[in-house]
DNA sequence: ACTAAACCTACACTCAACGTCAGGTTCAGT
DNA sequence: ACTGAACCTGACGTTGAGTGTAGGTTTAGT
């Protein structure tokens, strides 16, 4: 599949695709003849896999460092090694931003229930219809 | 207290604080005499609310779409019904949110024990001392 | 052969969320 | 009265994550 189709089918600009190549999060893909790129269905999981670690909070040099995991082993010992220190940040900071997410929706329960409660009283009170 | 202790206090610089009173995220303060500003633990409370959801992602324009919740009540009913929706869309989302941090949770676990595994049998094999 | 749609590179621009710098004012202690 | 630390404003710089545009090339259909 060419960039237009891949952009389409993952939700963002093609130019969004030529950034994150220059990056160095997408591979070049194939490039036939003269320049144009063309792309397998593993490209497209690994937009939505970034779109999804993105959604998480990650920057994108934070996705960088994990996404091959996902497509490719480490290479190397060190390179495990390396990697396994990354990934236990990560779940040590994913735990953290858990408990603060549950925090939040509980605070936002709350809150909800609140507003329910002055708005039905405000009802009552003013116009009761 | 002045700028500089609340800065400290709150881990971020006193040019984050001129900015966020600039896009109005944070109340001017007391300014007696001169110039300066005085604030009072309300401030740092603000702060502290402000890198939490943060931390969750919230831009700072979503943050100032909720953050007065926690520091007063909506005025009006129509304000009322107003951070009533604003509320209900942000449960949503960090209900989603949750979701899909504990998949990526149990991701990590997964790709953890699988490196770990790899790096034992890599130092067996190679070099067993 | 021709044309429109899709593609290419490269540079410039935007926007959020700050940081840096310069030049001036104010406050606290001596 | 004086000095150094803390403060002020305003303008400009920076970084991350893209978007826009110009000018040229390629491909697919007719």
């Given at each position: 599949m060419q960039i237009g189709e891949l952009a389409k089918r993952a939700g963002v600009s093609h130019r969004t695709i030529h950034y994150y190549e220059r990056i160095g999060?997408?591979?070049p893909a194939e490039r036939e003849g003269a320049g144009y790129r063309y792309y397998?269905?593993?490209?497209?999981?690994?937009?939505?896999?970034?779109?999804?670690?993105?959604?998480?909070?990650l920057s994108l040099d934070e996705i960088a460092a994990v996404i091959d995991l996902y497509?490719?082993?480490a290479s190397g010992i060190?390179?495990?090694?390396?990697?396994?220190?990354?990934?236990?940040?990560?779940?040590?900071?994913?735990?953290?931003q858990l408990t603060e997410l549950?925090?939040?929706?509980?605070?936002?329960?709350?809150?909800i229930a609140r507003m329910k409660s002055l708005i039905d009283q405000?009802?009552?009170?003013?116009?009761?219809l």
């Open positions: 999060l997408l591979k397998d269905d593993t490209a497209y999981q690994r937009l939505e896999k970034i779109a999804a670690l993105k959604r998480l909070g497509f490719e082993d060190k390179g495990k090694e390396k990697v396994l220190g990354i990934l236990e940040a990560q779940i040590a900071k994913t735990d953290a549950t925090a939040f929706r509980r605070d936002l329960e709350s809150n405000a009802r009552r009170t003013d116009c009761p």
